[in-house]
């Protein structure tokens, strides 16, 4: 098993406040492995799992049944409910046992996906839970370098040595980040898990939990996902390839975000004169799936800034969005980095290109914030000027390995 130490600082720093925590993320990313290692930390503890037979009837025979189990000293019990999700009045129980319990309690409640999906009816529970979301291996989780928050507010484009990150990087690119391919070093298993991890979400997570009919026609839909990665996603044209009607293309990319196959970023329109304001860029969780080497290089970038962005909100240190730029004369930068609705950082991905793109100058200076162009090749690190701003040009596994 391997630790999660930046996922286990961020269970302390919400449960400290809070007496019951929502730990969401995709099937297999290590939910439930995370579960167990905090439960060792209690010792009084209980670990329920509504898949078991056994543990459905006891929940539904005794909803306290925790309070059956004995206590080896005075320190509050920690009740881990996994899955709790798929009880049909889940919401209502959980403020329930919140209500009555949460003096004498700690409650963390885990999920695949992300806890909105799922019978949308019931008790608000608002207010008696803080989230946080686990994500498949990053590299500034796997490298163990990443800069304390504030330094990385203060000098953003400060990069830590680069020993044996682009090993790790190349494996998060033909393995993913999910801990059982990735932890095999095997890329036959790779592909044995990633066709099952498919059919498992699609063919049985997604069609129990959703009123989605037409199995078939959202799994065609999934696999021409990889395929657009990179570019602004046209639900029209994907309406049009499929034969469906848009509403349909619209909610079943709204269910794989809900379920962490893919997610999308929208574009930054403020500040920035004859901005394209409709269409968003998809990125799949897995990039190992994406085919085109320069695609699965923005998609890897992508979801490093996202699992940033995503725990730095969860953890209360302000509100980050993550985008990209685009005007109408098809000017980009792949990503936008905004903190309380504002331009903090341009991020540019590029396969070997040493210079600063004119798209990554004329957005920075037009936003008049610091800018990075990470390059997907080793031993590359230059400072360049523009006007009052810098940019870093620097591989990608460098200065990755050092986010927060």
Known sequence: ?????????????????????????????????????????????VYFNWDLPAHKQLLLKEPDFFEAFGRKDASPPLV??????????????????????????????????????????????AGRYFQFTLWPFTLAELADRRRPFKDFLK????????????????????????????????????????SGYRQQLIRED????????????????????????GSPLSMDSLARDLQVSFNSVRNWLAVFEAFFLV???????????????????????????????????????ALELLRAVSNWNELGLGDFELHYVRNRQKEEVDFLISKAK???????????EEHPTQSLLRFQTMLDVPAVQLVDRPGLYKVRSNRQQKILIVTASRWLAGLP
Request: aromatic share 12%; glycine share 6%; net charge positive.
């Open 155 to 194: 000098n953003p484009l400060a990069a830590p040595d680069a020993v044996g990150l682009e090993r790790a990087w190349k494996r998060l690119s033909v393995l993913s980040g999910f801990p059982e391919p990735y932890l095999s070093g095997r890329e036959t298993i790779y592909r044995r898990w990633a």
């Open 342 to 352: 504002m331009p903090f950082l341009l991020v540019e991905t590029k396969m070997a």
């Open 263 to 301: 997610f999308r970023i929208p574009p930054w329109a403020r500040k920035i004169s004859r901005a394209i304001v409709k269409e968003r860029k998809l990125y799949c969780c897995d990039p190992a799936s994406v085919p085109l080497p320069a695609a699965r290089f923005e998609n890897m970038v």
């Open 80 to 125: 881990v409910l996994d899955e709790i999700h798929k009880y049909r009045r889940w919401k209502n129980y959980l403020k329930g046992i919140y209500d009555g319990y949460a003096g004498r309690y700690r409650f963390l409640v885990l999920g695949s996906g992300r806890l909105n999906v799922f019978q949308r009816g019931g008790d608000s529970l």
């Open 1 to 45: 098993m391997k630790e999660r130490p930046l996922y286990l600082d961020i269970w302390k720093e919400l449960s400290a406040s809070k007496a019951m925590v929502f730990l969401a993320g995709p099937r297999q990313a290590g939910k439930t492995t995370l579960s167990r290692r905090i439960l060792k930390g209690f010792s009084n503890r």
């Open 206 to 229: 997604i069609r129990n939990a959703t009123e989605i009919k037409n199995i078939d026609d959202t799994d065609a839909l999934f696999s021409l996902l990889p395929s657009k990665v």
